[in-house]
């Protein structure tokens, strides 16, 4: 997926495993930004098992690693 096809707030699934668990994009950034040697886009995500649970890890992902959630 695109970085900029990813809308803040919505879920979706990861590459390597598409039928278990949910991302939630929080926000795209430069990963730059973070740290100054890299340089590429990620998006911060928050991690959940399923898609209305309340907590969740918050992970960052490659925006190719991202699927949409059919």
Sequence with gaps: MRSQDIEIGKHYRLKD???YGYVKA?????????DKT???IVVKCEHTVHKNDTMGFIRYFRPRDILEDK
């Design 26 to 34: 929080l926000q795209v950034l430069n990963i730059h930004e973070l």
């Design 38 to 40: 890299k340089n590429y």
């Design 17 to 19: 495993n598409p039928s």
